[in-house]
């Protein structure tokens, strides 16, 4: 009987390809190892070393599907399995093929499908700048490279850049020299670029860029290369190489401008033929410059069509060389001129999956036939030797990054590795459920018509012929599973080792809730409270929740941690599952909802100074009384945090709600709720006053009192006490006596501010003197008090009731008799005193009509300068007159005759002492 099956991993071949085709690898200098069947590695690079290979970069071999070597090539030469040049392939006499050992990837070997002895060997060229430049011409100059070594062809290249080209290998002809196959096809062109002959893609022809998958359809493979911005995928099957490639135009455009740099990187097909990933070194712009902005990108392959497409950005900004899956294609390896590079293919965001797993710099990345990665060394104390990546489908560090993993012998390795048709490293047996109890699900991966199959499970039970069987192991432990089928005639063997796993612990649980009021449904649960008690402790288990058991085994409707209960009492399933085998065991949480109706505790507290409704409470004075003394406490800012656990508060709470706020507390014994209290934090005001104010007494009015107040500024008076300094408690008091007073305001919370009265003396004005300047154009007269007055004063002439003015000094007074008063604005009283302010008249009239008929000098009287002396003399110095100062004044009489009109000179002696001499005039 036979099946039509088609899986996920591709065979090498459809006849009888297996792993044995990748077992020999030559590269480097005379380097050469061997991977045999039972996964160990022998070296081949050893005295006597027969290895003919020497090559900076490119190579690539081929073995039987048995592991015996067939052929091997540095691009230009090609060696037997004897290690004899085939004399056809001899670039050393002109025969050789156009690749290039400093062509990253140089070339890559594919058999045929029909026949066994055939075999396309692909070489790429490397695309140098200087040929081009002189394109078709060949260039005959020196080769300058970067290191400062300078290189003539035909050692360093053929002056030509020879893009893509393939040779073919018959290995059933003898060589003229005894080699066992020979080149009998060599250097047949295909085009990767755009053949405008006056263009410059012509000028390049190819990157460094090539890999091989198989065909999806089992009738072939794909060689696929890469070049500016266009894949080229070339089918080869029974008929051979089919020349017309198909074209595939994708992101990003590396520029010609930037080669032979922008050249360097390796390409790699996924082991599954299903993903492209490619390493461009750098996207320069300068010809044969440098740059540091390299990238990796990944895309979809259809190897039934041969279409790339779905770019996706890995990596930038670096100068990646190597590439490569990993046999399951979880992980994809980047080697760049600093680092390798693990990114996970499984993640939403592989770019940003990036972990640095070696510091190991550049070198080409090989997937071995034992699923290992290997790693190439160059320039470096350890280039005897190669890297090896051990697990490469675990993440970070656990991939098991060891260098020097494998000694090379006499042989050194360089850039260089020898890549192979992809699909040789598929996996061959996939396992699913492998957990204790589970019924295992096997499947085998292959291509093409299963003739039959035999499964042996590795635990004693007997095999079976199902293609895809399911099978119960009866214990945990490690499981060697074997798969033998016959594919269209050929026999096949693949083995898979397999882990069984326990089933993790899982307890029943419940989570007891409360409520504060008499609902028992839609009530928040933390549901995390109960992962302690479901896996017994064990909290490296991951816990999820489900409304029922076939939910949590389908694993869908998930509940979220923070779940609320729909009936009362609620049973929900626990799904406890060990993150390291993915084995789950089931069991049950029940949700109790306890309601009652708890009443609204009131905490009050008295604002602090700052009066912004804000202030800190203690919030265990919230009596809460009627559970045991284990019973603990814990207090929340929302109902909804309360019942979740989650962001609780401290016992030393300052509100953040001014004035008023609602917090909660949790009374919890043994994990299971007892009640949740709402508790009324009121934030009272303190009594609004006036803090600060000044009175006076009057020292000279011992019995007059002034009145003291509260400074009440809201509130009815009735509502507060008052508790003054002088022990009254009164809302006003009379004092007398100056001083420092005090009376605290108290409401009716018991909220208290204290106001400070400041009471000075003051007292009515003592006028020391009255400076008076007069008998000037401009009188003046200034006011002098004792130093014993102490109150606040204004000034004011002749008027006692004012207007007062603040100033002391007063100017252009009349001549004459005025009062000074000094008026106390604190009421202390009103002090005055009488003054005179002199002028003497310039001329008199005595004509009797009332008006000037006398002199004298103004300002005198009885009460001022009575004591003064005044005389009149005439021109010639006669003394004719002595004038009273309290009488009327001189007539202009002398002798009892009346005067002539004329000047009069004057003397008046004041009785201060004050001379003062002038004259006047007499007018008749």
């Not at 002895?117 to 300058?144: C, K, L, M, R, W």
């Not at 020349?243 to 455009?253: K, R």
């Not at 990933?277 to 979809?300: E, P, R």
């Not at 007494?697 to 009735?718: D, E, R, Y």
């Amino acid at each position: 009987m036979k099946f039509n099956w088609l899986f996920l991993f591709l065979f090498l071949s459809i006849k009888s390809f297996s792993q044995g085709e990748a077992s020999n690898w030559f590269f480097g200098s005379r380097a050469g190892i061997k991977f045999n069947a039972d996964n160990t590695i022998t070296v081949l690079s050893t005295n006597p070393n027969p290895i003919g290979i020497n090559t900076n970069e490119g190579c690539s071999s081929f073995s039987d599907s048995n592991g015996n070597l067939l052929l091997y090539t540095d691009g230009r030469t090609v060696w037997d399995k004897n290690h004899l040049i085939m004399p056809n392939g001899n670039y050393e006499f002109g025969t050789g093929l156009l690749g290039d050992p400093s062509s990253t990837q140089s070339g890559i070997i594919i058999p045929n499908p029909a026949n066994p002895n055939i075999y396309y060997v692909f070489t790429v060229d490397e695309p140098h700048q200087s040929n081009a430049a002189v394109y078709p011409a060949q260039f005959s100059g020196t080769y300058s490279e970067s290191n400062g070594s300078t290189q003539t062809i035909p050692d360093a290249d053929d002056g030509y850049n020879n893009g893509l080209n393939y040779s073919i290998v018959d290995v059933s002809v003898i060589g003229s020299n005894g080699s066992v196959g020979d080149v009998t096809i060599r250097n047949t062109h295909l085009v990767t670029y755009d053949p405008n002959p006056t263009g410059q893609e012509i000028k390049y022809k190819s990157s460094e860029k090539i890999t091989a998958v198989k065909a999806q359809n089992g009738l072939g493979y794909w060689v696929i290369t890469h070049f500016t911005d266009k894949f080229y995928a070339f089918k080869i099957d029974e008929n051979g190489v089919n020349p017309t490639p198909v074209i595939s135009q994708n992101i990003p455009m590396v520029p010609i401008s930037g080669y032979r740099r922008n050249a360097i990187g390796q390409l790699k097909a996924s082991p599954d033929g299903k993903k492209i990933a490619i390493a461009h070194n750098q996207i320069g712009t300068q010809t044969g410059g440098s740059s540091s902005n390299g990238t990796v990108y990944l895309y979809d392959f259809n190897n039934q069509t041969g279409v790339v497409s779905n770019p996706v950005l890995v990596m930038q900004n670096q100068n990646p060389y190597g590439v490569e899956f990993s046999a399951e294609v979880k992980k994809l390896y980047v080697s760049t001129n600093n680092s390798v590079v693990q990114f996970n293919l499984e993640s939403s965001d592989i770019s940003a999956s990036s972990v640095v797993v070696s510091g190991k710099s550049n070198g080409s990345l090989q997937l071995g036939p034992n699923k290992k990665i290997y790693k190439a060394n160059i320039n470096s104390n350890n280039d005897a030797t190669l890297d090896a990546i051990n697990n490469p489908e675990l993440d970070g560090a656990a991939c098991g990054y060891q260098e020097q993993a494998v000694s090379l012998g006499t042989g050194i390795s360089r850039f260089g590795l020898p890549p192979f048709i992809t699909s040789v490293f598929s996996s061959t047996i996939t396992a699913r459920n492998l957990c204790l109890g589970d019924a295992t699900i096997f499947e085998v991966d292959t291509n093409g018509t299963i003739d039959s199959i035999v499964w042996d499970f590795g635990d004693g039970s007997p095999t079976t012929n199902s293609v895809a069987p399911n099978h119960i192991y009866s214990a945990t432990g490690n499981y060697n599973v074997t798969v033998t089928i016959v594919v269209e005639g050929t026999p096949i063997t693949n083995s898979k080792s397999i882990i069984i796993s326990a089933l993790p612990d899982a307890f029943p649980a419940t989570l007891v809730q409360c409520s504060p009021t008499s609902a028992e449904t839609n009530i928040p649960f933390n549901l995390l409270q109960a992962n302690s008690v479901l896996t017994g402790g064990n909290l490296s288990m991951n816990v999820t929740y489900f409304l029922s058991q076939p939910n949590a085994v389908d694993g869908i409707n998930q509940l979220t941690a923070n779940y609320s209960n729909i009936s009362n009492p609620q049973q929900i399933t626990a799904k406890i599952t060990d993150p390291v085998t993915g084995c789950y065991s089931l069991t049950t949480l029940d949700l109790n909802v306890n309601p009652a109706n708890n009443p609204e505790i009131i905490l009050r507290k008295c604002d602090d100074s700052v009066e912004d409704g804000i202030t800190q409470f203690q919030l265990s004075d919230a009596q809460i009384s009627g559970f045991p003394a284990t019973a603990s406490i814990s207090y929340y800012t929302t109902l909804n945090n309360a019942f979740l656990e989650t962001n609780a508060i401290s016992s030393l709470f300052t509100n953040t709600i001014a004035d008023t706020q609602t917090v909660y507390a949790r009374v919890e014994e043994n994990n299971e709720c007892e009640g949740i209290f709402p508790i009324k934090l009121i934030v009272d005001k303190l009594p609004q006053i006036e803090l600060q104010d000044t009175k006076y007494v009057c020292t000279n009015l011992p019995t007059q009192f002034t009145t003291l107040t509260a400074g009440l500024l809201q509130g009815n008076i009735s509502n507060f006490d008052f508790e003054w300094s002088t022990g009254a408690t009164t809302p006003t008091i009379l004092v007398n006596q100056p001083g420092n007073y005090t009376v605290k305001v108290i409401n009716q919370f018991g909220c208290e501010k204290t106001r400070t009265i400041t009471v000075l003396p003051s007292n009515n004005a003592t006028i020391e003197n009255v400076q008076i300047i007069d008998l000037t154009q401009n009188n003046t007269v200034t006011v002098l008090l004792n130093s014993q007055s102490i109150g606040d004063y204004l000034y004011s002439l002749d008027l006692p009731n004012g207007p007062f003015q603040e100033s002391n000094h007063f100017e252009s007074v009349t001549a004459g008799f005025h009062t000074v008063y000094v008026y106390d604005t604190r009421g202390c009283g009103t002090s005055k005193e009488n003054i005179s302010v002199l002028e003497i008249p310039k001329f008199f009239t005595p004509n009797q009509d009332g008006s000037n008929d006398t002199w004298n000098i103004i300002g005198m009287n009885a009460s001022f300068y009575a004591n003064s002396k005044i005389y009149i003399f005439d021109r010639f110095g006669k003394l004719l007159a002595d004038v009273d100062p309290k009488s009327p004044g001189w007539n202009g009489v002398y002798n009892g005759h009346n005067l002539p009109s004329t000047d009069y000179w004057y003397l008046v002696t004041l009785e201060n002492g004050r001379t003062v001499r002038g004259h006047f005039s007499l007018i008749r």
